[in-house]
């Protein structure tokens, strides 16, 4: 699924300008399962812009709708009235719903209220990892499902790097919560983020590759990976020929 | 009492919910303090006259609801000041 997280609150106050009458647009497809843009989130956004625009002294008419997909034209049809009556459209969708509603609504000004982060799995309550980079030629047939170009800091296509111990990555990550970093302060009194270890990609697929006894396929020599499938193209597209609608014109 | 809830977890899972709306009242610029969670048995009467009390005094000190002194948005919304 597609991961995001909320923008501060200041950032999406920052974007309405003068506009007075604001429509936050949910999704109620992936971004709900992660809990930054469903029903739920687009109700407590439009909340807390009505109640922090009226404090600050220049109080905006809230209002918000959620979508089953803000990436279908079909569903945005149906908010057709609710988006012709406001001045500005926040969308909680991932960046692909904000560019559908601005697409399907060319009038209209459209913002993100989110910031997309990731294709990942939810792990566990309240844990999205990153899984996927959509490289457009996938190795993990030879990788024992586990995918060195996501989950390894320098996509490495040939084992590991000599950064590899004791199954950790070399490279730390930023603790965060809730998209904040996580602070401490070190022993000059300085404040520093909090850094926490990573699982080395290729470590794991030796486990797992070792486990199946299927280690041989790492001895087999790749040709070079096919980046041309991945952004190197520059942007790409599905098109399917069989199911193309005829063009009756 | 925290971690002794009669819901097991409960009450751990409640205390991180109100550390997050407490963040969301920071982030709209109301005082955070104005929810607080504290855990109290049945049998602690006296306990909880006291945390009553003392939220009272908290409250007061921060003054009414600042959403119902606030200008209003030109066309009449909803009930903002109780939500
Ligand atoms: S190899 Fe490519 S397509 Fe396969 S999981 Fe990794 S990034 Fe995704
Ligand atoms: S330690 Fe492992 S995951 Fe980290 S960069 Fe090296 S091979 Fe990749």
Redesign the interface.
């Known amino acids: 699924m597609i991961t995001g997280e909320q923008k501060?609150?200041?950032e999406i106050k920052g974007f309405l300008g003068d506009d007075?009458n604001v429509l936050v647009v949910g999704c109620g497809t992936c971004v709900t399962v992660c809990f930054a843009g469903g029903e739920k989130e687009a109700q407590?956004l439009a909340?807390?812009l009505?109640?922090?625009?009226?404090?600050?002294?220049d109080?905006?008419?809230v209002s918000d709708v959620t979508v089953q997909r803000q990436c279908e034209w079909e569903y945005l049809d149906v908010i057709e009235k609710e988006v012709q009556e406001a001045d500005i459209i926040v969308s909680l969708a991932c960046g692909i719903g904000v560019q559908a509603m601005a697409k399907h609504f060319p009038e209209k000004w459209v913002v993100p209220g989110l910031n997309t982060n990731f294709l990942g799995l939810p792990e566990e309550q309240g844990l999205w990892t990153e899984q996927c980079q959509a490289c457009g030629d996938c190795v993990l047939a030879l990788t024992g499902g586990i995918c060195p170009i996501a989950r390894c800091a320098k996509q490495l296509l040939n084992g590991p790097c000599g950064g590899s111990e004791n199954g950790l990555c070399e490279v730390k990550r930023v603790k965060k919560d809730?998209g904040i970093p996580v602070m401490e302060t070190d022993a000059r009194g300085r404040k520093r983020p909090v850094m926490e270890d990573v699982e080395c990609a290729w470590h794991l697929i030796h486990e797992r590759l070792s486990s199946l006894d299927k280690l041989d396929l790492l001895m087999e020599v790749q040709p070079p990976k096919d980046w041309s499938t991945s952004r190197d193209g520059g942007p790409r597209r599905i098109v399917r020929e069989d199911l193309l609608l005829l063009d009756e014109g | 009492m925290e971690g002794d809830c009669h819901y097991l977890d409960g009450n751990l899972a409640a205390k991180k919910r109100v550390k997050y709306i407490q963040r969301v009242l920071n982030a709209i610029g109301m005082e955070s303090d104005r929810i607080a969670m504290v855990n109290l048995s049945s049998a602690m009467g006296a306990q909880f006259a006291q945390v009553a009390t003392e939220m009272t005094e908290r409250i007061r000190k921060l003054g009414p609801n600042p959403l119902r002194h606030s200008p209003q948005a030109k066309a009449p919304d909803g009930p903002d000041a109780s939500e």
């Open positions: 501060p609150l200041e007075r407590i909340s807390s009505r109640m922090s625009t009226k404090l600050g002294g109080p905006k008419e809730g």
